[in-house]
């Protein structure tokens, strides 16, 4: 990484001697200006280059050894401990051979043996010019560094504390990591708390992120208001909708009361809820991934409860005893009703295996009742998948697949509900079609022997149903009795035989009436007029029609 001063400080340099030509002619003849250095002061002995130094702070120093009043090397005694950085470039004799070496121990950062020439003078002080830039573009490099980490460390603190909260940290290096990263809690004396924001993937769904992004801040931000109100703590994001709070529990609260308050203030000052989950309380920081293991373990009874509460772990027997009961005997009731498409039936079986499953003195593990409805939307599925078409199987997988998505009881009952009516609905359109094409071919056999007098085991035996069975049937679908209906088709049979100038008697016989009368009687109790009365009225010839046709009644 590498940081361009687009508008560096010129190089200052200050030069010392007590002898004024040397001095003019080391400021003067000299083109600093072309090299990006500028000649801030000049002096003539130590104790006057000593004050100009002080005062104009240069870079650079260019002075003599031995001088009056104040020699050089005291002289850079006193300005390294007032500004270690300055570079010190000695002018210096073959008889100052100590002071030179003297000169050398003190950290100067070069020798010039007079007598010197300008080129000579100009080389060293540019060399220093160069470890000035790069002293001063590494200096602002770590500035920019150590500017990035500022900005950072909350990020770096939540990183921190995230793997705290999982792997924990030896004891002997918590104090130096909490000083890094700023934490001002107490070393000892933790609990953890998880808090999610109940149903935040569905109430989101339609907002634009910005609105998302402002819900989740406005949660952190109260969560840590309420905090800092009665404790030293640290809120972070853990996951989308999730939060973790350690925190040092207050001695004039506890830590589900403080829960509490953050639930509460939550709920009243924004549109959402959450659920909170509480850990055991913990002595060290190394200790903290037991508490927060608990936290999530507590949080999961927004799963049986739909959320808005504070759940504290309940590291208790009792709790690994209780089990969902699963009535096999009442599964099975319930595919036999889903097989016949009885829905009402159904949700009353659902209703019941639901109910013993939460009548228990204690609520059974979430993760337990979640899998045995997966479990039992599993079964379902299978029952519907026998009846249904390749295309409803798919649309009932999907929703199935949905099923493992829900974020409560409740929310996976009513899928399980609405999974049941949708199956019910392709087993009930199987049936009806079912039912319509065996209708149909007992209605295209009876066409075909309207002259039989058929029964209804004769129709039943043709699409291979009992006679029971048939007759029930043929009325759901057609609205009337199997004879009701042969009769029908007789008289409109007969109807067409009429206005076609057939005589009613072998009208009669070709529809398996012998008895003509009878016949007459049923034509006239199907249509209001006897056979010749019809013939009259619906043909061209008038009310009396063909003088042919002859038809005793």
């Known amino acids: 990484m590498e940081f361009i001063l687009s508008h560096a400080e010129p190089i200052k340099i200050c030069i010392v001697d007590d002898i004024p030509a040397v001095v003019r002619g080391l400021s003067q003849r000299i083109p600093w200006e072309e090299h990006g250095i500028v000649v801030a002061a000049t002096a003539g002995n130590g104790e006057e280059g000593l004050m100009q130094i002080r005062r104009h702070r240069p870079d650079i120093v260019l002075t003599d050894i031995r001088m009056p009043f104040t020699d050089g090397l005291e002289m850079m005694r006193i300005i390294q401990s007032e500004q270690p950085d300055i570079k010190l470039i000695f002018l210096t004799g073959y008889s100052d051979f100590t002071y030179a070496q003297e000169a050398v121990k003190l950290g100067a950062f070069d020798l010039i043996v007079k007598p010197f020439t300008k080129p000579q003078v100009l080389e ?136 509490e308050k953050c639930r509460e203030n939550v709920c009243r000052h924004t549109y959402q809820t959450v659920s909170i989950g509480l850990g055991g309380e913990v002595e060290e920081a190394g200790q903290l991934s037991v508490s927060y293991a608990q936290a999530l373990s507590a949080l999961t009874n927004t799963f049986l409860t739909g959320g808005n509460s504070v759940y504290r772990y309940a590291d208790s027997p009792e709790r690994e005893a ?57 079964s379902i599925h299978r029952v519907f998948s026998d009846k249904a078409s390749d295309t409803e199987v798919k649309m009932l997988e999907k929703k199935l697949a949905d099923m493992n998505g829900a974020a409560s009881f409740e929310e996976l009952r009513r899928q399980i509900r609405e999974f049941c009516r949708q199956g019910c609905t392709y087993v009930q359109i199987r049936q009806s ?92 109790k199907y249509t209001g007029m006897t056979p010749t009365d019809f013939r009259s009225k619906y043909t061209a010839a008038g009310p009396r029609g063909n003088s042919d046709f002859v038809s005793p009644e």
Not at 171 to 191: E, N, P, R, V
Not at 345 to 369: F, M, Q, R, T, Y
Request: charged fraction near 25%; hydrophobic fraction near 40%.
């Open 124 to 259: 060293s002080v540019l060399k220093a010019k160069e470890v000035l830039e790069r002293e001063r573009s590494q200096a602002e490099q770590m500035r920019g560094m150590e500017q990035k980490l500022r900005e950072s460390m909350p990020y770096l603190r939540q990183e921190y504390m995230r793997l705290l909260i999982r792997y924990g940290s030896r004891q002997q290096h918590l104090s130096q990591q909490w000083d890094f990263y700023a934490i001002t809690m107490k070393s000892s004396g933790f609990c953890v708390m998880a808090a999610e924001i109940d149903f935040f993937a569905e109430r989101t769904a339609a907002m634009p992120v910005s609105e998302v992004e402002l819900i989740r801040f406005a949660v952190q931000n109260i969560l840590e208001e309420t905090i800092d109100g009665y404790t030293q703590g640290i809120v972070f994001r853990e996951h989308v909708n999730q939060f973790v709070i350690v925190m040092n529990p207050p001695s004039e609260l506890d830590a589900e009361q403080i829960a």
């Open 322 to 378: 209780v089990l969902p009961r699963y009535s096999f005997d009442k599964e099975k009731e319930l595919l036999y009703c889903l097989r016949s498409a009885n829905l009402a039936k159904a949700e009353e079986e659902l209703d019941h295996i639901w109910s013993e499953w939460l009548n228990a003195p204690a609520l059974p593990d979430p993760a337990i009742v979640k899998t045995m409805c997966l479990e039992l939307a599993h």
């Open 433 to 524: 079609s079912d039912a319509r094409v065996l209708v149909e071919r007992a209605i295209a056999h009876i066409n075909g022997n309207l002259h039989r007098n058929l029964s209804v085991a004769d129709c039943a035996r043709e699409v291979h149903l009992s006679p029971s069975y048939f007759s029930n049937l043929f009325k759901k679908e057609m609205g009337m009795t199997l004879a009701q209906y042969i009769i029908s088709r007789r008289m409109e049979k007969a109807k067409e035989m009429v206005l076609e100038g057939m005589q009613v008697q072998d009208i009669a016989v070709s529809l398996g009436y012998e008895d003509r009368p009878y016949f007459t009687e049923l034509f006239k």
